[in-house]
């Protein structure tokens, strides 16, 4: 079994940034990939960013590239989501995720394990 606890979420005025932290713990694998994802009220679970646990490969939506940028420190078995240039539109829960395998899957079916989300709002 692998936990997921997500932190690092708040209200941030537009322009500004947040950090947001996803620490894992449980069921180590020796190869997995972690996404963040995002729901914003009334609309679909859509997907964000994900990066392999064993290597620097990392992969974007395009609504968040240039923007956000996704890392992972390994020693300390957590992935970080940096957000900056946030808009109202990145309102929304934004939920950490793991895979088995190594693909950068973009697919929200292919994640096995979430986190409870944490809150983002963006005021204008």
């Known amino acids: 079994q692998v936990q997921l606890v997500e932190s690092g979420g708040g209200l941030v005025q537009a322009g500004g940034s947040l950090r947001l932290s996803c620490a894992v713990s449980?069921?180590?694998?020796?190869?997995?990939?972690m996404g963040w994802f995002r729901q914003a009220p009334g609309k679909e679970r859509e997907f964000v960013a994900s990066i392999r646990w064993t290597g620097s490969s990392t992969y974007y939506a395009d609504s968040v590239k240039g923007r956000f940028t996704i890392s992972r420190d390994n020693a300390k078995n957590t992935v970080y989501l940096e957000m900056n240039n946030l808009k109202p539109e990145d309102t929304a829960v934004y939920y950490c995720?793991?895979?088995?395998?190594?693909?950068?899957?973009?697919?929200?079916?292919?994640?096995?394990?979430w986190g409870q989300g944490t809150q983002v709002t963006v005021s204008s």
């Open positions: 995720a793991a895979a088995y395998g190594n693909n950068l899957y973009r697919d929200s079916g292919m994640y096995s394990y």
């Open positions: 449980g069921r180590t694998f020796s190869s997995y990939v």
